[in-house]
């Protein structure tokens, strides 16, 4: 029978022939104590507040299974990337120059003839930008600020270049674990196009030069990739870790034809306190049975590092994957490929056609804003007063016409984060030329939610999606960020008078928290008239009905629409 790391070495090969499939990580060595990760992460200590070597100020809460940047409220190293140069500055690793021979040593030790050995890199070169100055800016001054991002962007690529040049000359890994996420479990940040204008080539030259040196180049990333995946194999990357079962696992591996592995398949769904064995087995088996016949697969939990949240469901991870092994006979993993998808999608920000007629000027405010014109946007909110258009009339008309069309696109993925980002702003550059204008009815909003991510969470992109699409369409919006106690939602909607308390989780350590606040909100009496709404990656409708909520959606902009009309119900 073949060791696990001659296993790993079969699969990358387009025709290789395995004789049972890997469980999970056994095949991989993770080194996280080299001296240059050991100096970049070292004073991360669960319950501290500290800084990293770039500056930016990281929270480890003592409830939370890992550290948050934090960037809002004056803590971003770069908020202004027209002046980066004068507040970014990489780290200096070229003074890691202790310890390595031992780390080596240990590491070497620990991988024996069986395991492969795994050198680190996390917060790849898009999360390093979002890192130094918040995701909302990072995405914005794509467009914003394209060639201050690209000279941003060269200059953390060059630092990771350095970075993994050390790495393979001091540690001699077999395999560079390198992570960058790129998307939703859903969707990607940003359209294909725009990741392949800024990051493609970065990325190129990045995983060249791993495997240049003889390296085994692994990318992680839980997201929705699968409009970009025929990318990742184009730039070098052999193994896609952490595929989320959104992506369509049996339709990529018939699309790749075993020039990338896809290592993942076990969400975080599953990883969860109340899962019980045969909830998991079930599962595990189930994903075994849909993605292994395909090839060019290692079942594993999709977290960038060994191990789930709580250890019985890697117990029965490992159970169901040793049981599907002893069933298997040998073939060939070899499926016929399909032809590449072609994309049609256009980029969103799309100038209008010429020769196409004039349209209404409602219609052109609608356009204007989720293309995110805003000096166009607000020049055509002038002339429509001027033409006599009530204040109302145009946002009603033109501005939430708009957010709503946004919103379908967003559903549909067509439109992506960054142009989310962007109508959010034009927007609000036109409700505060609208606002003094509208009173009595005509300035009354849809109804009030308050909104937050829940304690034990300091994930916050959902939640200010959420409260964008909520705000574009005439929801007035209390934020209470991320880190939310039951009692803070339920005392906020007592004293706001809010409709509606909706609620995000990433983690799935605390989903439980969205029951305490249905709990609570019973316990306080304020049920029969406030919706409580739940959200995120592992929210599913049947743990909204299981704890009682009301509403469930899968992206921001159906929770806008549901929002809408459960308040105007009431």
């Not at 194999?233 to 952490?242: D, R, T, Y």
Request: aromatic share 8%; net charge negative.
């Amino acid at each position: 029978m073949m060791t696990p790391r001659e296993l790993f070495l079969e699969l990358l090969k387009p025709d290789g022939q395995p004789d049972r499939q890997l469980c999970q990580y056994e095949a991989l060595h993770m080194c996280l104590n080299d001296p240059i990760n050991t100096y970049l992460r070292g004073n991360r200590k669960r319950g501290t507040v500290s800084k990293d070597r770039w500056g930016t100020t990281i929270s480890f809460p003592a409830d939370a299974p890992g550290p948050m940047p934090m960037t809002a409220d004056g803590l971003a190293v770069c908020p202004d990337v027209t002046h980066w140069r004068d507040t970014v500055h990489a780290p200096d690793i070229d003074s890691c120059t202790e310890g390595w021979d031992e780390c080596r040593t240990a590491a070497r030790a620990a991988c024996g003839k069986e395991k492969l050995l795994a050198g680190f890199m996390g917060t790849g070169i898009f999360e390093q930008c979002h890192f130094l100055m918040g995701f909302e800016d990072t995405l914005t001054n794509l467009y914003e600020h394209p060639d201050e991002m690209r000279q941003l962007i060269e200059y953390i690529t060059e630092y990771r270049l350095r970075y993994v040049q050390l790495l393979i000359d001091r540690l001699q890994p077999d395999v560079i674990f390198s992570h960058d996420d790129w998307g939703t479990k859903d969707a990607l940040f940003m359209h294909p196009d725009m990741w392949r204008e800024f990051f493609k080539e970065p990325y190129r030259r990045f995983y060249g030069y791993i495997r240049s040196r003889g390296v085994i180049a692994i990318h992680h990333a839980d997201s929705y990739l699968a409009p970009i995946v025929e990318d990742m194999a184009e730039l070098g990357i052999q193994v896609w870790q952490g595929v989320l079962p959104e992506n369509d696992i049996p339709a990529l591996q018939r699309q790749l034809s075993g020039r990338l592995v896809l290592m993942g398949g076990m969400g975080a769904a599953i990883d969860r306190a109340d899962a019980a064995p045969e909830e998991i087995y079930d599962y595990a088996m189930t994903t075994l049975r849909a993605c292994c016949p395909g090839g060019h697969f290692i079942p594993s939990i999709t977290y960038g590092l060994p191990g789930a949240v709580y250890p019985h469901v890697d117990e029965h991870i490992d159970r169901a994957i040793a049981d599907y092994n002893s069933r298997l006979h040998v073939r060939r993993f070899c499926l016929p490929p399909v032809p590449r998808r072609v994309r049609t999608a256009a980029p969103v920000r799309m100038a209008a056609a010429s020769g196409e007629p004039e349209a209404d000027i409602l219609t052109q405010i609608a356009g204007a804003l989720a293309r995110g014109q805003q000096k166009k946007l607000l020049t055509l909110c002038r002339q429509a007063l001027a033409q006599g258009v009530a204040p109302q009339d145009i946002l009603s008309g033109g501005l939430i016409q708009g957010m709503n069309r946004l919103g379908e696109d967003f559903s549909a993925n067509r439109a992506f984060v960054p142009e989310m980002l962007m109508a959010a702003r034009c927007m609000t550059a036109a409700l505060a030329e609208l606002k003094p204008l509208m009173t009595g009815e005509a300035g009354r909003t849809v109804g009030r939610a308050c909104i937050g991510t829940v304690r034990g969470d300091m994930h916050d992109i959902g939640k200010n999606l959420v409260k964008i699409m909520l705000e574009g369409s005439g929801v007035e919006v209390v934020d209470l960020g991320v880190d939310v106690t039951p009692e803070q939602f339920v005392e906020t909607a007592q004293r706001e008078s809010c409709g509606i308390i909706a609620c995000s989780s990433l983690l799935t350590t605390t989903m439980q928290e969205m029951r305490r606040v249905v709990a609570l909100a019973e316990e306080k009496g304020i049920r029969d008239r406030v919706k409580i709404f739940v959200g995120g990656a592992p929210i599913s409708q049947s743990f909204c009905d299981e704890i009682g909520a009301d509403v469930y959606t899968e992206d921001a902009a159906a929770a806008a629409r549901a929002a809408v009309e459960a308040l105007n119900r009431a």
